[in-house]
């Protein structure tokens, strides 16, 4: 049974930096996609940034330039640096891991705050 959990959420203020990771169990972590979704009230669920077992990268544009995703597969955790925050970053922000089967699972989620 695949397990993820999530750390490193918090508050912050606009400009600075959190970085959040994601370690995982019950899978061979090294074949998965891992990705990072955020969930802001009263919207839908987005992809943020995604990272394939070859390391290749995928962001939203909102991220670009700011937020770097990254794993490290002999610690089965996955990372996602965000730099430059900005209030309109603000919400619950979940780790995703995608097998090669196309089972998807999914994180507690994290709270990140970024206040103005």
């Known amino acids: 049974q695949v397990q993820l959990v999530e750390s490193g959420g918090g508050l912050v203020q606009a400009g600075g930096s959190l970085r959040l990771s994601c370690a995982a169990s019950?899978?061979?972590?090294?074949?998965?996609?891992m990705g990072w979704y955020r969930q802001a009230p009263g919207k839908q669920r987005e992809l943020v940034a995604s990272?394939?077992?070859?390391?290749?990268?995928n962001y939203v544009d909102s991220a670009k330039g700011r937020f770097t995703i990254s794993r490290d597969n002999a610690k089965n955790t996955v990372y996602l640096q965000m730099n430059s925050l900005k209030p309109e970053d603000t919400a619950v922000y979940y780790c995703?891991?995608?097998?090669?089967?196309?089972?998807?699972?999914w994180g507690q989620g994290t709270q990140v705050t970024v206040s103005s």
């Open positions: 995703n891991l995608l097998e090669p089967s196309r089972r998807s699972s």
């Open positions: 990272i394939n077992s070859a390391g290749r990268t």
């Open positions: 019950g899978s061979i972590f090294s074949l998965n996609t």
